[in-house]
C-alpha cells in the first residue's frame, strides 16, 4: 500500500515537474525570443539612422555641388574646380561629377562630363580630376544620368560597378542642374561606395552566425547576404528606409538563438533522473526559476518604461523648485515654461558658483522632439561650460561651437547667458540674438550678436551693468511678445513694458504669475502657437532671519541701521517692525518654540516718492493682523480690550499695512513713503 503510494507520490511529483519543467521552457523560449526581438529591431533603428545620416550627407553634397554647377555654368571649365572643392570639403565623398547634356558645350564635343575621384594610396589619398565623357563611357545610357534630367530632386541609383568614376560598387545620388531659363542642362553624380554600407551593416551581425543584408527598393542586392542552409529554420527582421526605399533585413538562425535553452532542458532532464530524493528539491528550483524568469522579464518592461520616461524628464531639464536657493536672502527668483506642445524647445537654467548666480534663457528653432533634443544639449552644455568658464562671452562663444560643430539639422537657438556676482552687484552677460531682457522696466541694452548654433568661432561680445538692491531682471522668449490672440494680434513689447512697470514692487513669483495671467486673458481662445519662458531674478538687500524667540527683537535694530534709511526715519521703523514681529511670534507659532520670521526690505523709486517696503514671513498657522478691530485709544486702560496697540502703532508708524497668504506663509507688508 505504501509502495503504492509512493508511486503514486513519484508518478504525480514526475507529472508536475515535467509540467513545471515545460513551463520553465515555455517562459524562458518567449524572454529569449522577446529579447532577440527587441534587440534586432533596435539595431536595425541604429543601421538606420546610420545610413539616413550617410544619405543625408550625399544629398547635401549633390545640392551643393548642383549651386556650384549652376553658378558657373558659362565657364565649362570650372567644373573641374567645383568637383575638386567638393571632395576636399567632404571628406566623406569619394567621388563626385558633372554631366552634361548632349553638346551642350559645343567646343567639348558630344560628352563632356567632369569627374574627381578620391584615389587611396597607402594611409593618404589624392584626388583625381578629368572629363571622363566619351564612346566608352556614354554617360547618356546612364540609369543616374536619365532619372536625374526627369526627377526634380535627390535620386538614388541601383547598384553598379562605376568603372569610370570611383572605380568601385557604388550607388549614386543624382540631382538636375538647370540653366537660368530652367533647363535641366546637366546631373550631378554623389558616389556612395558600397564598401561604406558594409562597414554600417556590421551593426547587424547581433548574434553568431547571425547574417544581415541590405536591398535596393527594387529587390536588388546592396550589400548581399549569405546563401541560408536549407532545413535550417531562422528569424527574418525586416525595416525600411525612407529616404531611399532601401530595406535593412537581419536573419538568426532559431538553433543559435535556443542553444543555450536547449542546454539548460538537457541539464534538468538529467537532474529528473536523479530520483526521488531530488524530486522536491528540482520543483522548488525549478518553481524558483521561473518566478525568477518571470520576475527579469517584469524588471525588464519596467526598466524600457523608465528609461522612456527618463528619456523624456531629460528633454525637460528644468529648475522647478523655489525658492530655489534657502542660504541666499539676497535672491529671489522665479521661472517657468510653458510649451505650445507636449514638450517644447524654450529653456532656462540657474545655479550659483562662488557667490556668483550663473543663468540662462533660450529658445531653440522649431517645436516638438528635435528643439527639446537640442534644448536639453544647450542645458547640458551650461551646466558644464560655466563649471569652470565666468566669462558670459566665452560662455556663450563654447557652447556655440560644440553646437555649430554637430549641428547636421541645422537649428539655431537664441540665447542670454548671465553672470551676477552677489557681492558687488556686476553682471557680466552675453545675449546672442535673443529677446532684450527688461531691467526694472526698461530694456537692457543688447549687442546684436548671432544666435548658437549659426556660425562655428563666432566672436561673441559681452556687456556690462551694476545691478542696485532692489533691481528686478525679467527674462522671456518671444512666445511672450509673439502671442496672438483670435484676431492675430500680437501681445507685444509695448504692452508687456506698461503691464512690467506696474509690477516691480512685486515678488518674482507673484510677477510671472501675473504676466502668464495677462497673456492668457489677451490670447484668449486662441491656440497657443509658441513656447513661452520667463525668468524674473530680484537683486535684494539680505534678509534677516530670527527664529521664534522674543529675545531676538533687538537684533531688528542694528539690521535697520545697516538699510542706511534716512535718520529721521530709523526709529519710527525700527519701532514699527519690532511690533509687527513681535505680533507675528505671538500669533504665528502660539505655544511653539520652533518656527522662523523673515524680514526683507525693498525700495521702489516712483516718480514723486520713493517707497521703503518691509516684508514679514512665517511659516505658521493662517493670521491676518490687518482683520483686527482698531484699539480705541479714547477709552480708559479698564474699559480697554486687550491687545490691538501693537497694530494700531504699526498703522501709525506705517503708511500702507498689506497682509497675503501664499504658499502656506503668513506675509506681512509695510510700506512707508517718502516724498521727492
Known amino acids: 500500500m505504501k509502495s503504492s503510494a509512493g508511486f503514486w507520490i513519484l508518478l504525480v511529483a514526475a507529472v508536475v515537474l515535467e509540467a513545471t519543467a515545460c513551463l520553465q521552457y515555455f517562459y524562458s523560449r518567449a524572454a529569449i525570443e522577446k529579447e532577440a526581438i527587441n534587440r534586432a529591431h533596435a539595431e536595425l533603428r541604429s543601421a538606420e539612422l546610420e545610413i539616413n545620416v550617410a544619405t543625408a550627407e550625399l544629398e547635401a553634397a549633390a545640392k551643393m555641388l548642383t549651386t556650384m554647377a549652376e553658378m558657373t555654368l558659362d565657364r565649362p571649365d570650372a567644373m573641374y574646380a567645383c568637383t575638386r572643392l567638393l571632395l576636399k570639403t567632404l571628406d566623406h565623398v569619394e567621388s563626385a561629377g558633372v554631366a552634361f547634356v548632349p553638346d551642350y558645350y559645343p567646343s567639348k564635343g558630344r560628352w563632356y562630363e567632369v569627374c574627381s575621384s578620391r584615389v587611396q594610396e597607402g594611409d593618404s589619398s589624392r584626388i583625381f580630376t578629368r572629363q571622363i565623357g566619351g564612346p566608352d563611357h556614354d554617360y547618356f545610357q546612364a540609369e543616374w544620368f536619365n532619372n536625374g534630367l526627369t526627377i526634380d530632386s535627390a535620386w538614388w541609383s541601383e547598384p553598379y560597378m562605376d568603372e569610370a568614376g570611383a572605380q568601385a560598387m557604388v550607388v549614386s545620388c543624382s540631382h538636375p542642374v538647370k540653366d537660368k531659363e530652367g533647363r535641366v542642362v546637366a546631373v550631378v553624380c554623389i558616389d556612395l561606395s558600397i564598401s561604406r554600407l558594409h562597414r554600417v551593416s556590421e551593426y547587424l551581425q547581433v548574434y553568431k552566425d547571425s547574417y544581415y543584408s541590405i536591398r535596393s527598393s527594387l529587390g ?42 536547449r542546454h539548460i532542458g538537457l541539464i534538468v532532464t538529467i537532474l529528473m533522473l536523479l530520483g526521488l530524493a531530488l524530486l522536491v528539491f528540482i520543483m522548488y528550483v525549478s518553481g524558483r526559476n521561473i518566478q525568477h524568469l518571470i520576475d527579469v522579464n517584469n524588471q525588464k518592461e519596467r526598466m524600457m518604461g523608465e528609461l522612456e520616461i527618463a528619456q523624456t524628464i531629460q528633454r ?38 562662488h557667490d556668483k548666480l550663473f543663468f540662462c534663457v533660450g ?43 554637430q549641428n547636421e539639422q541645422n537649428m539655431f537657438v537664441t540665447l542670454f547667458v548671465g553672470v551676477l556676482d552677489m557681492h558687488s552687484g556686476e553682471l557680466h552677460y552675453c545675449n546672442a540674438g535673443h529677446n532684450a531682457p527688461l531691467l526694472n522696466g526698461e530694456m537692457l541694452p543688447v549687442l546684436p550678436n548671432l544666435p548658437i548654433g549659426v556660425l562655428c568661432g563666432f566672436d561673441y561680445k559681452a556687456q556690462q551693468t551694476k545691478l542696485r538692491y532692489g533691481d528686478l531682471l525679467f527674462l522671456y522668449t518671444d512666445g511672450l511678445t509673439e502671442a496672438e490672440n483670435t484676431r492675430h494680434e500680437l501681445y507685444g513689447e509695448d504692452r508687456m513694458i506698461a503691464v512690467m512697470k506696474g509690477m516691480q514692487a512685486l515678488r518674482p513669483r507673484r510677477i510671472v504669475d501675473e504676466m502668464r495671467s495677462q497673456v492668457a486673458a489677451f490670447v484668449g481662445n486662441a491656440e497657443q502657437s509658441d513656447d513661452l519662458t520667463m525668468l524674473a531674478i530680484r537683486y535684494q538687500i539680505p534678509a534677516i ?132
Open 220 to 261: 536588388t542586392d546592396i550589400v548581399a547576404r549569405p546563401d541560408t542552409t536549407p532545413g535550417r529554420k531562422y528569424m527574418i527582421f525586416d525595416e525600411e528606409i525612407d529616404s531611399t526605399g532601401w530595406h535593412l533585413s537581419i536573419i538568426i538562425p532559431e538553433d543559435i538563438l535556443y542553444a543555450d535553452l
Open 545 to 676: 532671519v530670527m527664529r521664534n524667540d522674543i529675545q531676538q527683537i533687538p537684533t531688528l535694530a542694528e539690521w535697520v541701521e545697516w538699510l542706511n534709511v534716512p535718520a529721521e526715519l530709523n526709529m519710527p521703523i525700527n519701532l514699527a517692525l519690532e511690533e509687527a514681529v513681535s505680533n507675528v511670534m505671538l500669533y504665528a507659532y502660539p505655544g511653539r518654540t520652533d518656527g522662523m520670521v523673515f524680514v526683507e526690505y525693498l525700495e521702489m523709486l516712483e516718480p514723486d516718492c520713493k517707497r521703503l517696503i518691509f516684508t514679514i514671513s512665517d511659516s505658521g498657522i493662517p493670521f491676518d493682523p490687518t482683520q483686527k478691530e482698531q484699539a480705541d485709544i479714547t477709552l480708559s486702560a479698564e474699559d480697554r480690550a486687550i491687545g490691538g496697540l501693537g497694530i494700531h502703532l504699526v498703522r501709525q508708524l506705517m503708511d500702507e499695512i498689506s497682509y497675503e497668504r501664499t504658499d502656506d506663509k503668513n506675509i506681512l507688508t509695510l510700506v512707508k513713503s517718502i516724498k521727492l
Open 363 to 405: 529658445d531653440v528653432s522649431g517645436k516638438g522632439v528635435p528643439a527639446s533634443l537640442v534644448m536639453a544639449t544647450i542645458r547640458s552644455l551650461f551646466r558644464s561650460v560655466t563649471a569652470h568658464e565666468e566669462h558670459a562671452d566665452r560662455i556663450v562663444a563654447q557652447i556655440n561651437d560644440t553646437l555649430a560643430d
Open 316 to 353: 525637460a531639464m528644468l529648475p522647478k523648485v523655489f525658492p530655489p536657493f534657502a542660504d541666499r536672502p539676497d535672491l529671489n527668483l522665479y521661472g517657468m515654461v510653458d510649451p505650445a506642445k507636449e514638450i517644447g524647445g524654450d529653456l532656462y537654467d540657474f545655479y550659483v558658483r
